[in-house]
């Protein structure tokens, strides 16, 4: 079993930033790759980035390439979204979580959930 525990959300304006983190316990964090999705009310949960298990590579959806920066640090077992630039439409509920393969972007691939984190941008 993995454990996933989000946090960092918060209210902020547009334009402004956001650090979230995942803190991860249970099995090797290494040998998962996270991601990190979120859900908007009324809309399906969607991808937003993910990153390997060593952390050497990294995937971004398109609406949030350029603005948001995935990376882990595998001895803290703890995972990071730090977001810039954010907007309005940004505002969801941000969830990590942890897949046993690399690369997939579909929210049902992966195995563990954290329990989300509300993250609000005002305009």
């Known amino acids: 079993q993995v454990q996933l525990v989000e946090s960092g959300g918060g209210l902020v304006q547009a334009g402004g930033s956001l650090r979230l983190s995942c803190a991860v316990s249970g099995r090797t964090f290494s040998s998962y790759t996270m991601g990190w999705f979120r859900q908007a009310p009324g809309k399906e949960r969607e991808f937003v980035a993910g990153i390997s298990g060593s952390g050497s590579w990294t995937y971004y959806a398109d609406v949030v390439k350029g603005r948001f920066t995935i990376s882990r640090d595998n001895a803290k077992n703890t995972g990071y979204l730090q977001m810039n630039s954010l907007k309005p439409e940004d505002t969801a509920v941000y969830y990590c979580?942890?897949?046993?393969?690399?690369?997939?972007?579909?929210?049902?691939?992966?195995?563990?959930w954290g329990q989300g984190t509300q993250v609000t941008i005002s305009s």
């Open positions: 979580a942890a897949d046993s393969s690399y690369g997939r972007t579909w929210y049902a691939d992966y195995d563990y």
